[in-house]
C-alpha cells in the first residue's frame, strides 16, 4: 500500500469534530504509515492536539450557518496544502446524509477513500469511543451534567429549567454546560470550561441529561458506556441513539415526567 498524504478536514460543529477525532485515532492505529494533516474551526483545534498528527486550525465561526454549508468558505483557506501533496478528505457525514453514529462516520470515511481511489478501508469491528485527555476535576457527589445551552445545528428547542430543577433535587449537584442567571448550591456553572474539562466532568457524573450537540458528544467515551444519557424532545430527523444506535442506556426523552423520574432516584441516593 501506498504511504498516503491525507488533507482530513471538518467544517462544522463541535459534535462533527469530535467524530472525526475518533476515526482518526482508528486510521492512525490501521495504516500507522499514512501521513496525516487535519483541519478544523480554529476554537475546536485544542481537541486534536493530543492526537500524532498536524492540526491546522482555520479561522472562522463554526456557529455561522454559512460558513458550514458552503465548503468552499472553509476548504479555499486549506485548498495550498493539496499543493503540497496531501489528499482531501471531507469528513461531514452531511456529505452522505447520514445520522450520527460511529458505524456512519467510519462509512463516511471509506466512501470518501474509495471515490479517491485511495486504498484504504477502516474497520468498525473495534467500536470508536470519543476518548478525550483526561484532566483533575472536582465533582461533588450526586452530580448531573446538564447541557442547558444552545445547540448549534438546531434538534431540539427544548429548555431545562434549572431553577425549578435545582429547587425539587435539593441533594442532586448539578453541573450545567450553560450559564444561568441565578445563584444555588447545588448548580455548578461549567459554561467557561472547554469540552476536554466537560468530558472529565461527565466521567463523575451518575447521570447526563443532553439535547444532541457538541458538549453530550464529549461524554461518549467508555467509561460512560453504561450511565443513562438522555437526550431531550428531539425533533423529527434527529430522532436517533446518537454514536451508537444499540446503546439502550441513551434515552430519547419527551416529558419532563421522565426525566424527573431519573434524577428522583439520585435524589435518594445517599
Request: aromatic share 12%; with cysteine.
Amino acid at each position: 500500500m501506498a504511504d498516503y498524504k491525507l488533507l482530513l478536514w471538518i467544517n462544522q460543529s463541535n459534535g462533527d469534530t469530535l467524530g472525526s477525532i475518533t476515526v482518526i485515532r482508528a486510521l492512525i492505529e490501521q495504516y500507522p504509515n499514512v501521513t496525516i494533516k487535519f483541519a478544523c474551526f480554529y476554537d475546536q483545534a485544542y481537541l486534536a492536539q493530543h492526537l500524532p498528527i498536524e492540526v491546522v486550525p482555520v479561522q472562522g465561526n463554526y456557529k455561522n450557518l454559512v460558513m458550514r454549508t458552503v465548503p468552499s468558505y472553509f476548504f479555499d483557506k486549506i485548498k495550498h496544502i493539496v499543493d503540497e501533496g496531501y489528499i482531501p478528505i471531507h469528513l461531514w457525514l452531511g456529505v452522505y446524509g447520514y445520522n450520527y453514529t460511529w458505524q456512519n462516520q467510519v462509512k463516511a470515511f471509506n466512501n470518501q477513500c474509495r471515490e479517491n481511489n485511495i486504498d484504504i478501508t477502516l474497520d468498525d469491528s473495534k467500536f470508536g469511543y470519543i476518548e478525550l485527555p483526561c484532566v483533575d476535576v472536582q465533582v461533588e457527589k450526586n452530580a448531573i451534567l446538564v447541557e442547558n445551552c444552545p445547540t448549534v445545528s438546531g434538534q431540539t428547542h427544548y429548555e431545562f429549567d434549572m431553577y425549578k430543577l435545582s429547587l425539587m433535587f435539593p441533594n442532586v449537584n448539578f453541573y450545567t454546560i450553560g450559564a444561568v442567571n441565578f445563584e444555588a448550591k447545588n448548580i455548578i456553572d461549567c459554561s467557561k470550561l472547554s469540552l476536554i474539562e466537560i468530558s472529565s466532568i461527565s466521567r463523575k457524573c451518575k447521570l447526563i441529561l443532553g439535547k444532541g450537540s457538541g458538549p453530550f458528544c464529549s461524554t461518549f467515551n467508555e467509561e460512560n458506556l453504561s450511565k443513562k444519557k438522555v437526550m431531550m424532545n428531539l425533533l423529527e430527523g434527529w430522532r436517533f441513539r446518537y454514536w451508537n444506535e444499540d446503546d439502550e442506556n441513551t434515552l430519547l426523552i419527551d416529558s419532563d415526567e421522565e426525566m424527573f423520574a431519573l434524577i428522583r432516584a439520585i435524589n435518594r441516593s445517599k
